[in-house]
């Protein structure tokens, strides 16, 4: 029988021969990474770390927009370079038309007509208002900071067709910027529950080409094809994300075919993964910082709103000096060579320099905080800082909040990024240089969320990726945003308040010329700047891989070279481009099988049948002879 099965074995391999490896090529195309025997089309790719929710109400990682991406409809999507998509049936975003009043405080949207959910019902301008409204009602971590301008409740005109008003005139909701970042979310779900946050959305009823139908935490994310989308036709059946505790299982994992896709923190581990065969690499540029932030006083700051002072930072940074000398004892330009191996550039300001044309601002001349110890031990003298005991360490001056105090700061790095754990050697032999001593701790980005809300830290290591409209990342730092009391998320983990600066946040969205907008945005940068409350590292590259000999069609957003995966919008165009090697080109389809007419597939299969079966029959004769 081991001879006949050879022989048999044989035929097959000559079949294969004949139609020029695409066997091969099926193969891969529906196993997709280690997944599956059956005929689905499975991609799947992975990353360090864990969602902080798959709910767009509660949500605020970098990676659960790769989820929500390919579920949601934006009302205005934006394309290729933060580009506005057009208003018409073919674009990605819900909105048709876009109607403004002549004193800019009134805005009309027209939606499609032609969008369902994936559970077969149809999403209308009830669902829209009934998003924003919720965002807005139930303060939504990132949702809800694009609708402050909005005066009241988003009103329903008709099926297709919603309307607001603002409370002063603004160019912001006209559609000519990339801005509104809101889910359009499925009314007759969300409204079910008291507490819309607290949902897991595990599975979820989805608008875009995938839905979210399986989460394992610490394992994995499944997504599938949403059976009423009516856009392109991806290729791929399903999406597959895995999470990894580490760059190294992940390295190996790509190299073994076990994931087709990875994204890596460590520029060591991706010049590993540059030299595996048939794996394709991209450095990519997107909007993207890492910074040390400070507790600039969540436990002195004074009542203000829903904020109550909490939480035991160290007093000494509530003053400016103090700050500022970190950001002169901090070397951008060491760690983005050193770390990050030449790929990152050296970080000065909040808003990077990929964003909308004309947003960012850049200290020069005697504006930049250089890399200077000796500068910054001076600054300190002169303020008090002294080290009265000989120690290396500096304590709190007298007629301070705390006199004597030392300067001994906690500062906490997050495991799943170990170049923020590697920059925390460096930073912490450079503060005690100045004479501030460090305490380093590497935890989990869960932990350290809570340890932000709670005030109990005096300096921590994390990042941000702002939308390209400038905005949303100048809003994380008013005071309102602030985490209110010690246990809500806040998106202004610095605790940075400044009522001028929050004066010409407001300003900035009311300039109705674009000129005039910028110079406010470009005076606000420079506020932060010099207020410290980040000390801004470097503007963070992509690491992204894939096996090149498994797919092709990645749509970078922006291009040439920026992130593979995530549109920055609606449902990402990627996602029904992308294909195995070898499906050929045309907008998806995902019972594709390499390429191959479906005549030739008929046409192969018998010959499978005809070449087969004389083996076995010789095989059979030669096996009766030989008894």
Not at 54 to 65: E, I, K, Q, T, V
Not at 298 to 319: I, K, M, R
Request: net charge negative; hydrophobic share 35%.
């Amino acid at each position: 029988m081991r001879h006949s099965k050879a022989k048999l074995a044989i035929a097959f391999a000559l079949v294969g021969a004949l139609a020029s490896g695409a066997f091969a090529t099926v193969a891969l195309a529906q196993e997709g990474g280690g997944g599956g025997g059956d005929e689905s089309v499975r991609f799947t790719w992975a990353s360090t770390g864990e969602p902080s929710s798959l709910n767009p109400m509660s949500g605020y990682l970098a990676l659960d927009f790769y989820f929500w991406t390919p579920s949601y409809h934006l009302l205005v999507d934006w394309g290729q370079d933060f580009g506005v998509e057009p208003f018409d049936s073919e674009g990605s975003g819900l909105a048709t038309d876009i109607q403004v009043s002549d004193d800019l405080m009134e805005y009309t949207y027209t939606i499609r007509d032609d969008v369902m959910w994936s559970d077969g019902t149809p999403l209308t301008a009830e669902d829209v208002a009934f998003t924003l409204n919720l965002y807005k009602g139930n303060h939504a971590y990132l949702p809800q900071n694009y609708l402050t301008l909005i005066d009241g409740q988003v009103e329903v005109v008709d099926d297709y067709t919603v309307r607001w008003r603002t409370k002063e005139p603004t160019s912001l909701y006209s559609g000519q910027a990339a801005y509104m970042y809101d889910y359009i979310l499925p009314k007759h779900i969300f409204e079910e529950f008291e507490k819309p946050k607290q949902f897991e959305n595990v599975p979820n009823v989805a608008s875009g080409p995938f839905m979210i139908t399986e989460y394992e935490v610490g394992q994995f994310v499944r997504m599938e094809q949403n059976p009423e989308w009516t856009g392109p036709e991806p290729y791929v059946d399903e999406i597959v994300w895995r999470a990894f505790k580490n760059d190294d299982a992940m390295v190996e994992a790509l190299r073994q075919g076990e994931i087709d896709f990875a994204y890596f923190t460590s520029p060591n581990i991706f010049n590993t993964a540059a030299e595996l065969e048939n794996v394709e690499t991209m450095v990519g540029s997107t909007p993207s910082f890492s910074e040390i932030g400070m507790n600039t006083g969540s436990a002195y700051q004074e009542p203000d709103g829903a904020f109550v002072p909490h939480g035991d930072g160290h007093p000494a940074l509530t003053d400016v000096n103090v700050r500022r000398a970190i950001r002169m004892a901090i070397d951008s330009e060491q760690l983005a060579e050193s770390i990050m191996l030449g790929y990152a550039e050296p970080g000065t300001t909040i808003i990077p320099p990929v964003s909308v044309e004309g947003a960012r601002w850049e200290p020069t001349g005697d504006e930049l905080m250089e890399f200077d110890l000796e500068a910054a031990k001076a600054l300190l003298e002169e303020n008090g800082y002294v080290d009265s005991d000989g120690d290396g360490v500096r304590e709190m001056p007298e007629g301070s909040l705390d006199p004597g105090r030392p300067l001994e700061f906690r500062y906490y790095a997050r495991t799943s990024e170990q170049v923020t754990v590697d920059a925390a050697e460096f930073i912490s032999e450079w503060l005690a240089e100045i004479g501030i001593a460090t305490n380093v701790e590497a935890i989990s980005s869960g932990r350290l969320g809570d340890i932000i809300n709670e005030g109990t830290y005096e300096l921590f290591s994390w990042g941000w990726i702002p939308d390209p409209d400038p905005d949303s990342a100048l809003d994380w730092f008013t005071c309102d945003q602030r985490p209110p009391d010690g246990k809500t998320y806040g998106n202004n983990d610095s605790y940075y308040c400044n009522p001028e600066y929050d004066r010409l946040f407001d300003e900035q969205r009311r300039a109705l010329d674009p000129e005039e907008r910028w110079d406010i945005v470009h005076e606000m940068q420079r506020i932060y700047y010099n207020d410290a409350a980040y000390a801004v590292m470097w503007y963070e590259p992509l690491f992204a891989a894939w096996r090149s000999d498994r797919w092709t069609g990645f749509v970078p957003q922006p291009t040439p070279e920026g992130d593979p995966l995530e549109g920055w919008g609606g449902p990402a165009e990627v996602w029904w481009k992308l294909r195995p090697v070898g499906a050929g080109g045309g907008t998806g389809g995902g019972s594709d099988t390499g390429g191959i007419p479906a005549v030739v597939w008929v046409i192969l299969a018998g010959v499978v049948v005809i070449v087969a079966g004389l083996l076995v029959f010789r095989s059979r004769r030669a096996t009766e002879d030989e008894v």
